[in-house]
């Protein structure tokens, strides 16, 4: 594995979510890259992430093929759009679905999936 | 100033096209595309042997290495160039841009396009058949969230732009309605039984929160040819050609999630690019076929290929007639939302259908005005952009 994979997933099992950050374009990195995206200089720092963030979008999945995931139908999967800039796949717990809608103001929470801590976002205490 | 496309240089001389189907009868890819190629062969009144040129989609189910090589083989061609192109949904349309290159360069007199693929149930509707349209990225950082491989990246799209411009259902079903108007005069059309409302589209099962099942691609087997050849190629042409009077592609994301925008798609671009290189605009254009994987997917290409402003599509397929009898035809095969999904091919058959309309061949849902179509490919979710203009001579 990478050693930017390993770091990424190393932060998370200590429930922290780290994201890359390049000096020289002063620009948060997701998903986690050898080198920078936007000038393919590969000295990137680590940095946590505040965990404030607003659903970008969501799509409520009602019929899922994936084995693990039909016993949860419905769930929310969202882009979430992270206060640093970035926007990142994930799930929206803790929200019933009535109460979810664009641009909702989110924070970062875990959960435990397959044996791996996940980076998932509830909505925020002062929504 | 260096040599640039001549427009009027490359035309699409002869197209075949197999009936999707559910069931491909044992049959595999390969013998789709022979079968395709045949026919199309056939259509441009041309020999195999004056076919020089073989642009290919990837396959389904057989192994990507070498699959033009494969393909030559097992047609028996020998082509003077070949290669695969890949662009997911816009492959197809991907090929005809390249073709109309090869062509009008003089590297190639008769290219040959061709697109299909086998569709397995078993394997479809699996963690390894969602895993195998996926990015490494995909599977690391977004498959532990549960996506629904296409489905949840256009209801992304969807849900966004009823939350930014208040789109309605119904204006989505519109869509689909409209497109099996034009299904039902298609005796090749997957769906072809009975026409659609907007209450049967609504009332279809919530799939991915917006989408309903019927606004949804049904994915099946076929395949489709196309022959685009240079003028003069030496065969009894027997039809009016249809030229590539321009193109345009544009690319800005594989993933949706990090697309610059959801509601703003590369479309906009590469329609752009093709108006210029054709020199003409969105209100010269007769017919139009859209890639249509989800009726968003349709809604979207309206708006940026700027058939109305961005945020109005909803109000504009509400007020439009897009069938065959209307002011802006869409899709009039039906579409892949009637016709099926017939894999990789499934772009194709927007190519194949404009030029039956161009020709004055689509029978009873044949349109007035058939001079000028906009083709478009979209492949990914709206990652991969290819536009086509195409003239009747
Ligand atoms: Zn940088």
């Given at each position: 594995m990478p050693d930017y994979k390993d770091i990424y997933w190393q932060k998370l099992a200590t429930g922290k979510l780290w994201l890359q950050f390049c000096p020289s374009c002063q620009k948060f990195i997701f998903?986690?890259?050898?080198?920078?995206?936007?000038?393919?200089?590969?000295?990137?720092?680590?940095t946590p992430a505040s965990g404030q963030g607003k659903v970008h979008s969501y799509a409520i999945v009602n019929v899922s093929a994936l084995p693990e995931f039909k016993e949860e139908t419905p769930y929310i999967y969202a882009v979430i759009e992270l206060a640093e800039g970035v926007k990142m796949p994930s799930n929206l717990i803790d929200c019933s679905l009535d109460k979810v809608h664009v641009d909702l103001p989110v924070e970062l929470t875990f959960i435990e999936r397959d044996g791996k801590t996940l980076p998932v976002f509830k909505p925020s205490e002062e929504a | 100033m260096s040599k640039m496309f001549q427009r009027g240089q490359a035309s699409i001389t002869g197209i075949g096209e197999l009936k999707p189907s559910l069931d491909a009868g044992g049959r595999t890819t390969l013998d789709l595309l022979g079968e395709a190629a045949g026919q199309a062969i056939k259509d441009a009144g041309l020999h195999k042997e004056?076919?020089?040129?073989?642009?290919?989609?990837?396959?389904?189910?057989?192994?990507?290495?070498?699959?033009?090589s494969q393909v030559a083989e097992y047609l028996q061609l020998s082509p003077v160039f070949m290669n695969m192109v890949e662009l997911g949904g816009a492959s197809a349309a991907g090929t005809i841009?390249?073709?109309?290159?090869?062509?009008?360069?003089?590297?190639?007199?008769n290219c040959l396009c061709l697109s299909g693929g086998v569709w397995d149930k078993q394997?479809?509707?699996?963690?390894?058949?969602?895993?195998?349209v996926m990015s490494q990225a995909e599977i690391d950082y977004d498959l532990p969230y549960g996506p629904m491989g296409f489905n949840s990246g256009y209801a992304?799209?969807?849900?966004?732009?009823?939350?930014?411009y208040g789109t309605t259902p119904e204006q989505l079903a519109k869509i689909a309605v409209d497109q099996r108007t034009n299904a039902m005069l298609n005796p090749d059309a997957l769906f072809n039984q009975k026409p659609l409302t907007v209450e049967d589209v609504l009332a279809s099962p919530v799939i991915v929160d917006p989408l309903h099942l019927l606004e949804i691609v049904r994915p099946c087997s076929g395949a489709a040819a196309v022959i685009v050849s240079r003028l003069n190629n030496g065969s009894d042409q027997m039809h009016d050609p249809v030229t590539i009077w321009g193109f345009g592609e544009a690319y800005t994301h594989n993933?949706?999630?990090?697309?610059?925008?959801?509601?703003?798609?590369?479309?906009?671009?590469?329609?752009n690019r093709a108006f210029q290189m054709a020199g003409v605009n969105a209100n010269d254009i007769d017919l139009v076929s859209l890639y249509d994987c989800y009726t968003i997917t349709v809604l979207i290409s309206l708006e940026d290929i700027g058939f109305c402003r961005k945020g109005e599509g909803g109000k504009f397929v509400q007020d439009t007639d897009l069938t065959y009898k209307g002011s802006l035809p869409c899709n009039t095969h039906g579409g892949q939302l009637s016709c099926g999904q017939t894999s990789f091919a499934g772009?194709?058959?927007?190519v194949t259908e404009a030029v039956r309309q161009l020709r004055g061949e689509a029978g009873p849902r044949q349109v007035g005005k058939n001079r000028l179509a906009l083709v478009n490919g979209n492949g990914g979710v709206m990652s991969t952009q290819c536009c086509l203009i195409l003239r009747r001579m």
């Open positions: 998903y986690p890259r050898g080198l920078c995206p936007y000038c393919l200089e590969p000295e990137l720092e680590w | 004056d076919i020089d040129g073989l642009l290919v989609t990837p396959p389904s189910e057989d192994s990507y290495f070498l699959w033009p841009a390249r073709a109309a290159l090869l062509v009008d360069a003089g590297i190639c007199k394997v479809f509707n699996t963690r390894e058949g969602k895993m195998a992304l799209i969807a849900r966004r732009h009823i939350s930014q993933s949706i999630i990090y697309a610059p925008s959801l509601t703003e798609s590369p479309i906009k671009a590469a329609a772009g194709m058959s927007h």
